[in-house]
């Protein structure tokens, strides 16, 4: 196998990808065309043993505006229920919504902590290839991926995890760049 041409323009994009704000995206979301497009992207990660160990939860349409309604009653009942809310709030304007779950083989000789670091380049394509389709996406946790009555509506079965929900549709307006790490600040070199 040869190695790829240069892609300029996926460099580009890569080094310019910037999240939505959750509440800047809007209907249209993708397609199914589009959808089939991001999950070939999505799934296309470094997975230690080939144990495939995530998988993806599709919420849009009637679904998803049940999902909310019942993450809200539940939010309702938390300590924190007036963050909750807010919280829950993020995930109404993206017309789909992606939650990857972590699925890891627990006990295997792949370390679970490889498994779930699988999971994260998931989500990240997803973000990546969301925005090479044209779309704005966020990926974000809160309290729904850690609650076991939320994560229960999405069928998290006991054992797996929620890397996040990834929030995609098309943005409104791309958000204002944010100060980010030089690599100076976190790149060293092995002395020889
Ligand atoms: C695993 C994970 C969970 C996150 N959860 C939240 C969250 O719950 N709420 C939030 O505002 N941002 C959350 N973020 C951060 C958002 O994705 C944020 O919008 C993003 O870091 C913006 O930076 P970017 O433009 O570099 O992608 C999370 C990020 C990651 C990687």
């Known amino acids: 196998m040869t190695s790829p041409s240069p892609s300029p323009d996926l460099a580009d994009l890569l080094a310019r990808r910037r999240s939505a ?24 990660v470094p997975d230690h043993g080939r144990l495939a160990p995530w998988r993806l939860v599709l ?27 807010v919280s829950t709030r993020k995930l109404a304007d993206a017309p789909l919504v992606v939650a ?39 990926w974000l946790t809160g309290w729904h991926a850690y609650d ?22 098309t943005a409104a307006e791309r958000a204002a760049e944010r100060e980010r790490v030089r690599p100076d600040q976190v790149v060293t070199r092995l002395s020889p």
């Open 100 to 138: 990857v779950i972590s699925a890891a083989v627990p006990g295997h000789k792949v370390p679970e902590w490889e498994q779930w670091l699988s999971a994260g380049a998931v989500a990240m394509n997803l973000l990546n290839g969301a925005e090479a389709l044209g779309f704005g996406a966020n």
């Open 21 to 44: 704000a959750p509440d800047a995206l809007a209907a249209p979301g993708p397609d199914a065309a589009a959808i089939a497009r991001l999950m070939e992207i999505a799934l296309r």
């Open 59 to 85: 919420i849009e349409g009637e679904a998803k505006a049940r999902w909310i309604e019942r993450l809200m009653a539940i939010a309702e009942t938390r300590e924190d229920a007036p963050k909750a809310r």
């Open 148 to 169: 076991d009555r939320a994560t229960a509506l999405i069928g998290v079965a006991p054992g797996e995890r929620v890397a996040g929900v990834v929030l995609i549709g």
